[in-house]
Structures are given as C-alpha cells and as structure tokens.
C-alpha cells in the first residue's frame, strides 16, 4: 500500500519535472517598442539572441558577437526591419517611408538588445497613424512586442503578437500637433 503511494509520487513528480524542463527549454522572443511623441522617434530593442536566429552575425566564429560584427549586419537587419515593420497613415495606400540606425545595446534581465532608432516623416502627421509590427512572428509564435507610447502629457504601454500586431500612434501624437499649432 504505502509503497505503491510513494512510486506513484515520485513518478509524479518526475514527469512535471520532465513537463516543467522542456517548457521552460524556449524563452519565448520579445521586443521593446518605445515611441516618443515629442521628438517623433521610435526606438526599437531586439534581442541579441533573436538576431542572431535570423542571421549568424558571428564573423570570426569565436561564439562572441563584437559590437563590430553587429555593425557588419546592420544593412541587413535594416531590410528585415523594415519589412517587419510598416507604419501608415489611414487613407493613404502607400507605407510611409522610414530611416533606422543601430544606435547601441542595451541591457535587460534576460540579455543584450540591439538599439535601433526609427524615424519617419509621417511620425510629424499624427492623424490616422498606425504601426503594423510584424517582426519575428513567423520564427517564433511566442514573439511578444511590449511597447510604451508616451506624448510629454501621457503615455499608454501594451503587448504586440500575432493576433494583436496593428497599434495606433495617433492618440500619442496630438500632443505634438496641439504643440506646433501653438
């Protein structure tokens, strides 16, 4: 009796630790969209280790990427973002069109970002303004997008995914607009 109770508590216990191991095996990918209404820029922080799953950027093969093999890889991580990332202003059937650079890394709790700082011309237009984030989702489903928007006055914070991938940059906006207009 009593035996037959133990084994099947420790078989219990070794098959959520088999469970818990391999959920745990995926950190699944984020990003951190921040957009600042006042100086109408977007900035952009990808994972190192995402990056580095859509392109080996590790030139020299020695398992460490150097600030100068990430510069490397910067034309091409250009296009990628910009095709993963379209910004557009409502009745308009063109993208507006959008300048990067790879400003620097940044640290959080689970690793090094890559810093990217987007601008447009439309971002200075905030009627009907919306961001489409594609980026990631078709190599990782799990990919989440957590973006702050913050005019001078406010700021409103949210989670990017597959099925929520569409985000308003007008309401950020109208404090610029009120504040050119004066």
């Not at 990056?51 to 990628?80: I, N, P």
């Not at 406010?154 to 989670?159: F, Y």
Request: with cysteine; proline share 3%.
């Amino acid at each position: 009796g009593s035996w037959r109770a133990a084994l099947i508590k420790v078989i219990a216990v070794l098959v959520f630790a088999l469970l818990s191991n391999g959920a745990w095996a995926h950190k699944a990918s984020d990003s951190f969209l921040y957009f600042n209404g006042g100086n109408q820029e977007l900035r952009l922080d990808l994972a190192l280790r995402d990056m580095l799953r859509l392109q080996d950027m590790d030139l020299d093969g020695d398992g460490a990427l150097r600030w100068a093999e990430l510069q490397a890889s910067e034309t091409a991580f250009k296009g990628y973002i910009k095709q993963g990332l379209k910004v557009q202003q409502q009745g308009r059937d063109k993208h507006c069109p959008i300048t990067m650079r790879l400003a620097g890394i940044t640290q959080y709790s689970d690793g090094p970002y890559a810093s990217w700082l987007i601008r447009s011309p439309c971002f200075a237009e905030p009627s009907g303004l919306s961001l489409d984030y594609q980026l990631l989702f078709d190599r990782d489903p799990l990919h989440r997008a957590l973006y702050r928007l913050a005019d001078g006055e406010s700021e409103s914070i949210g989670v990017l995914s597959p099925s929520q991938h569409r985000l308003s940059l007008d309401v950020c906006l109208l404090y610029t607009s009120d504040a050119a207009d004066e």
